[in-house]
């Protein structure tokens, strides 16, 4: 678990289903994301985030908010699949009642401060596509860099998606 100073990122739990279904069928939200959330893609989401967390240590970890025990989304770290497989991911995703509000940068920088103390990684990667404007100001805010020679067809997305083009960004571990 990591404690902010408005945040609580931890394990998933049964009572987040509901808030993160709802979470998925916001057309918003799901906006550069993909299609909207089934029930399955949720219970999916918990049991593959609660068995990384478990096998090593870090995850997307659910995000509580500490005033109302609110979950507001996920922030974390997952290892990288192709093509940033071997590298350490950080990602994102909140409900839209939560933007706006400096959230997402709370947890973000809690989860690269974790990784940088717990990780050996010399740098961590994310990744999004080109129009989501949020998640590339928030990578950039975070001092993450951009690399356009790096940019990449997802390969989990069907040839014509038109979010199958993704960019990607990496910040370098902190000089001690």
Partial sequence: MIDTE????????????????????DRDVMRYIGPLATPGD???????MNGRLARHGHCFWAVERKADRAFLG?????????PIAGEVEIGWRFARHAWGQGFAREAAEASLAWAWGN?????IAGITVAANAR????????GMTREPGSDFDHPELASGDP????ILYRI???SA
Avoid: K
């Fill in 6 to 25: 408005r945040l609580i990122l931890r394990g998933w739990r049964e009572a987040d289903l509901r808030p993160y279904y709802a979470m998925g069928q």
């Fill in 74 to 82: 996920f922030c974390g770290l997952l290892r990288g699949t192709p």
């Fill in 119 to 123: 990780l050996p990684s010399l740098s």
């Fill in 135 to 142: 998640s590339r100001g928030l990578m950039e805010r975070l």
């Fill in 42 to 48: 949720v219970r999916s989401t918990r049991n593959r």
């Fill in 172 to 174: 370098g571990r902190p």
């Fill in 163 to 166: 979010l199958r083009r993704h």
